[in-house]
């Protein structure tokens, strides 16, 4: 079975400050990787994603995201937060098996940003 | 619709009662997806439609969760005899047959 693990559950930062939100998978297998982001009230956005390719991604709104294989990880970066970014980051993944199979979550990085 | 709709998007239940929960997927999105998401964690899987053909209900905690998706686009998330533990957000998602997955704003259920 495949798992997410989000290293920092909540995160304060001030305005300009740069972003980076842990992401670890563990899979033997080929995956998808996906970052969603829930701003209060609204509904999970997709923020970026990687399939295949480039493993440097970017994403709406000034993100980015690192596929690195052999940590398995998918860190999330972004090099000057705004208070607009304050929201809940959830990392994903799925198997690459050419099907929308379903994802499974971390339990999410909550991120204050204070002006 | 544009996107992903749920209703309805707030139920308060009793203890004991039966709940049904909505999905109306984006048109042409033949996969749709169910998840749980309680408070202060991330999403879990519920259960999985590829058209009308649920393939995968590995995640529905009990027999007392049941879905369907009898002509391949609504969908309909039953919750009987709710309990407290049930409370969440049920949260309803869906995609082509490859690519990217699109949640609705979901369901907030609580049992009170």
């Known amino acids: 079975a495949q798992s997410v693990s989000q290293h920092n559950h909540h995160v304060i930062l001030s305005e300009a400050a740069s972003l980076e939100l842990g992401c670890n998978y563990s899979y033997g297998g080929t995956v998808n990787l996906f970052w969603y982001v829930q701003y209060p009230g609204q509904h999970l956005q997709l923020l970026l994603k990687?399939?295949?390719?480039?493993?440097l991604v970017k994403g709406i709104k000034g993100f980015e995201a690192e596929f690195i294989k052999s940590k398995f990880s998918f860190n999330l970066r972004k090099p000057s937060v705004q208070w607009s970014d304050t929201a809940e980051y959830f990392c994903a993944v799925s198997h690459s098996g050419g099907g929308a199979d379903g994802l499974t979550f971390g339990k999410g990085t909550h991120l204050i940003i204070q002006p | 619709g544009a996107g992903v709709s749920q209703s309805p998007r707030y139920k308060v239940a009793k203890r004991g009662q039966d709940v049904a929960l909505r999905c109306d997927p984006i048109s042409g999105h033949v996969s749709l997806f169910w998840y749980q998401q309680a408070l202060g964690q991330g999403p879990e899987f519920l259960t999985y439609?590829?058209?009308?053909?649920?393939?995968?209900k590995s995640g529905l905690p009990s027999d007392r969760f049941f879905a369907e998706r009898p002509e391949g686009s609504v969908s309909t998330l039953k919750i009987q005899r709710t309990q407290q533990e049930d409370s969440a957000v049920y949260l309803c998602?869906?995609?082509?047959?490859?690519?990217?997955?699109?949640f609705g704003e979901g369901s907030w259920l609580t049992v009170v």
């Open positions: 990687y399939f295949s390719g480039d493993p």
């Open positions: 439609f590829q058209n009308e053909a649920q393939l995968d």
């Open positions: 998602a869906s995609s082509l047959p490859v690519g990217t997955i699109y």
